[in-house]
């Protein structure tokens, strides 16, 4: 087992169903550990008025595929703790912007393993977006983050598509749940 960089790690994550029904807690620590236990998630995805999104590539110091390009932040909400609570403290503590008003778009159930810790990602992913303006002034935590981008909701469809191991595996998710929202 690798040893735990974050104490982020003896969190409580809610255990679900592939319904979404809470089923109990687990640390992080635990619900990532193979063969992974399926748990509440988030995918924060801001954008631009003029469509662009925000991606982060993940900091070297991730668990959990590290150095990968992902949306613009990602937690876990405790057990009771309202979702949209949760993803607006994450958004201040990852990206360093707050007063975003987020709101959800869809979830999805997704399954991966990264291949340099074995680490296993089995999560109900629940999607949020928030428009934010062109000139949003970020302050990103590099023991999270280790750049910021802007582009083109179709331009990164296409380099998910051909090149995944760039990404994040849930990235294409996230993207499918806000084609309608975006297009």
């Known amino acids: 087992m690798q040893t735990m960089t974050n104490d982020?790690?003896?969190?409580?994550?809610?255990?679900?169903?592939?319904?979404?029904?809470?089923?109990?807690?687990?640390?992080?620590?635990?619900?990532?550990e193979a063969p992974g236990q399926l748990h509440r998630a988030f995918s924060v995805l801001l954008v631009d008025p003029d469509g662009r999104v925000l991606l982060q590539r993940r900091a070297a110091?991730?668990?959990r595929f590290p150095l990968r390009w992902a949306n613009t932040?990602?937690?876990?909400?405790?057990?009771?703790?309202?979702?949209?609570?949760?993803?607006?403290?994450?958004?201040?503590?990852?990206?360093g912007v707050s007063n975003v008003a987020l709101r959800e778009v869809g979830s999805f159930v997704y399954q991966a393993t990264d291949p340099a810790s074995?680490?296993?990602?089995?999560?109900?992913?629940?999607?949020l977006i928030g428009t934010?303006?062109?000139?949003?002034a970020t302050a990103p935590d590099p023991a999270e983050?280790?750049?910021?981008?802007?582009?083109?909701?179709?331009?990164?469809v296409e380099?998910?598509?051909?090149?995944?191991?760039?990404?994040?595996?849930?990235?294409?998710?996230?993207?499918?749940?806000?084609?309608?929202?975006?297009?």
């Open 8 to 32: 982020r790690e003896t969190h409580l994550v809610e255990l679900v169903d592939e319904a979404g029904t809470p089923l109990g807690a687990a640390t992080v620590a635990e619900a990532h």
């Open 61 to 63: 110091s991730k668990t």
């Open 118 to 127: 074995s680490r296993v990602e089995f999560e109900y992913d629940h999607v």
């Open 159 to 183: 380099a998910v598509a051909a090149v995944p191991e760039a990404y994040s595996p849930w990235l294409g998710g996230v993207l499918n749940a806000t084609t309608v929202d975006l297009a």
């Open 132 to 136: 934010v303006p062109a000139d949003l």
């Open 73 to 95: 932040c990602c937690g876990h909400p405790r057990p009771d703790e309202p979702l949209l609570d949760a993803a607006a403290l994450r958004l201040q503590e990852e990206i």
């Open 145 to 156: 983050v280790a750049e910021l981008r802007w582009a083109q909701r179709a331009e990164v």
